[in-house]
């Protein structure tokens, strides 16, 4: 009986001292923080043609010239939702965007080319 106590009195002395142990410090290494994200607030600009345009998801995909094959898929604000309802695949766009203090990309504005063609 006398080993059972031991053996308790033991386990709970161990518990209690790796309770009081403190956490961890973070890494000190620059190689193995992470990267810090693109400050939020700063807009940014680019000018490509439309890929697909996804109102429902507010979404817009556009690729920047004719090598890029897939594009970029940005999510569109609010302010900019009545300008993504008329725009179509093969337009010409400039798009405004900023970037939150979570790291999403959110389009701010959409400017149509003129030289866009209506669609068929």
Do not use: C, H, N, R
């Not at 080993?3 to 193995?32: E, H, I, N, R």
């Not at 556009?62 to 604000?77: E, F, N, Q, S």
């Not at 179509?88 to 149509?112: F, N, R």
């Amino acid at each position: 009986m006398k080993k059972f106590a031991m053996l308790g009195v033991l386990a709970l002395s161990a518990s209690v001292a790796l309770a009081q142990q403190p956490p961890a410090a973070p890494p000190t290494d620059p190689a193995q923080a992470p990267a810090p994200a693109e400050k939020s607030g700063d807009s940014k600009q680019m000018t490509g043609q439309v890929v697909s345009v996804d109102v429902p998801g507010k979404t817009i995909t556009v690729k920047k010239d004719a090598a890029d094959i897939t594009g970029k898929t940005l999510a569109v604000d609010t302010a900019a939702l009545t300008t993504l309802k008329s725009i179509y695949p093969g337009d010409k766009v400039k798009l405004t965007w900023k970037t939150d203090a979570t790291g999403k990309e959110m389009v701010q504005s959409i400017e149509k080319d003129k030289s866009s063609a209506p669609p068929q």
